[in-house]
């Protein structure tokens, strides 16, 4: 990857400046059209471009040419030039720099306005965003692609506003949701017009309810898909205090009250009280070698007791499947959004239905705390009282954390936990040790994995929840360094590095991770701006 040559690499053979850069290809443009002129990122970001930071590891510049730049927001580079100021190491500055716009730069495929349609939405903004290098919008990514700005989210009516950006996601997010809400991942809205998608086909994912196959792209049952459509509906409204969009045309409610639905079904148990088998409101089955790509049991998942108060989740945030279905992350993460969604849901315009699904949705969230402080708790024989990853409800619980978010790490990031919780305490310290299965060591990087990509690849993700949620000066400069220093020279944020080699790692392009590292520097900004003057060379 390192030594691979690229034709912008060669151009810069000479001392050129991005604008003479610009020119150049502007001249070559009639041999290559559009494809020089703006090329694919995917490959773009797997090849290093100059001008490479000062530092000992000469990171990549990794911005598209600003012409081929996807989304423009003038408060998004204001904060880089005066981060610039802030950070004093070069290659923390240029990380910050590449991935910090990188959804903005890359990721947003599509802004536009829904066609009035049978769901009643007319000229309502709508955004399309990819994870990155696949060309579908996940639930759980965009909500986190998003995220990352949210601190420089103001009330703004114009469709070139990062305002409108956060309104087109929950738009689109809702008109998905209100489609198939089991499901994880959707094609562009026909409004796009982006070249057609394969739809859904049932030949290669058997999954109960039968998703709607143009809109679909996979279709795994993840309650925290569920609960990032709350989160970023909630980031919005704290952001801005517009509670109007919310009640414009109805959908979001709506969308809400669908999910109120599809979770209040998958609290039942496997076994009902006469000891018949409960048919699984939800099904998936893939013919796949790949024991975490497929449900047991005939696409059901192992059986979960009844009457635990928590809401089962076939699959993770990592999109594999759950051990035990009842995923103690999820179920803090929407039990927190649900209760403050259902402040949102108080605003509406009085109708007695609505204020009902705020009730519906305020006493949901308090049983599945409930539910998660009787079941979800465990004692570890080293670390004490801990939060379990996953239980049964029949006393079965893996105990284990992945990197993707929700995860254990990240439990003091939607507010559900403090981070001086006792129990959270506990339970980060056992992530945070070779006690966890998934956490990795080397010499490369120290962080959480998981079977997503397997034994032996750390995700910078991880190390980055760990930078957020630590108060520990010595704890947070560690990870940066490691974060710094294991780009591949690439300068953005894989998806896993191994722990034994840098060059070894998955994904050149995900958005997600890139932007999640943009917010922890805005945040240490705020909690301990004296770490970013330090030297992580
Ligand atoms: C972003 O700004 C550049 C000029 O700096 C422009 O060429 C490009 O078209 C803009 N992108 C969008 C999506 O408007
Ligand atoms: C609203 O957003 C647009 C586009 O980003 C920007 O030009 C304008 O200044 C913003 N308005 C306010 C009041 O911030
Ligand atoms: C959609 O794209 C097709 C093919 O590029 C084009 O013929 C058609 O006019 C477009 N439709 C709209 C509504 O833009
Ligand atoms: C939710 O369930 C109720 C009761 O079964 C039903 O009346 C309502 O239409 C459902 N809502 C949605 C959005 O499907
Ligand atoms: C409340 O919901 C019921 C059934 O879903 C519907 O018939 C009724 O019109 C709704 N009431 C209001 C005020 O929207
Ligand atoms: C990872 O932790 C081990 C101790 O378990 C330490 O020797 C190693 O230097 C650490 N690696 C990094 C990259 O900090
Ligand atoms: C990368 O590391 C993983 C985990 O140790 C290993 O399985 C894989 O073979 C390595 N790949 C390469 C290309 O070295």
Known sequence: MRGSVSLLLLLSG????????????EKLKPLEQTSLRCPDYS?????????????????????????CRKFNLTEVEETIVSMKETIKDPDLFRLFENCFPNTLDTAIAWKGSAQKGARGESQEDLTFITTGDINAMWLRDSANQLQSYKSLLKANTSSSSLASLFRGAINLQSRYILASPHCNAFHAPSEANLSANTPF??????????????????CKYELDSLAAFLQ????????????????????WAQAVENILNATTELLAGTYKPDGTVAISPYQFQ??????????ANAGAGS???????????????SDDACTYQLFIPANMMFSRYLSLCADIMDTLPNNPNLTSTSHRMRALATNIRAGIEKHGRVNHRLHGRIYAYE??????????DDANIPSLLSAPLSGYVAR?????????????????????????????????????????????????????????????????????????????????SESNWTRQWFSWANGLFGQMVLDLRERKPHLLGLSYQ
């Open 43 to 67: 490959s773009y970001s797997y090849q290093r471009h100059p001008p490479f930071s000062t530092g000992r590891f000469e990171l990549s510049y990794q911005r598209p040419d600003p012409a």
């Open 420 to 500: 001086d919780d006792p129990i959270y305490q506990n339970t980060r310290r056992f992530v945070l040790s070779r006690d966890n299965p998934y956490f990795m060591t080397g010499p490369v990087i120290n962080a959480t994995g998981g079977p997503h990509v397997g034994p032996g690849m750390a995700w910078p993700m991880a190390l980055i929840v760990r930078i957020l949620t630590s108060d520990d000066d010595d704890e947070i400069v560690g990870s940066l360094r490691q974060l710094v220093a294991s780009t591949d020279g690439l300068g953005l944020m894989h998806e896993s590095v191994s722990t034994q």
């Open 391 to 400: 239980v049964d409800g029949y006393g079965s619980h893996n105990t284990m």
């Open 303 to 317: 059986p979960v007791a009844a009457n635990t108060g928590l809401v089962r989740s076939a699959f993770r945030p």
């Open 232 to 251: 970023l509906s909630y980031e919005y409204y704290a952001g801005t205090g517009d509670a109007v969009f919310f009640a414009r045309h109805g959908t």
């Open 201 to 218: 086909s049932s030949s290669e994912d058997y999954v109960v309810p039968t998703p709607e196959a143009s809109t679909v792209f996979e």
């Open 14 to 25: 000479l001392p050129v400046s991005w604008a003479t850069l610009g020119g150049l290809l």
């Open 286 to 295: 893939r013919f796949t070698p790949t024991a975490t790509e497929t449900l």
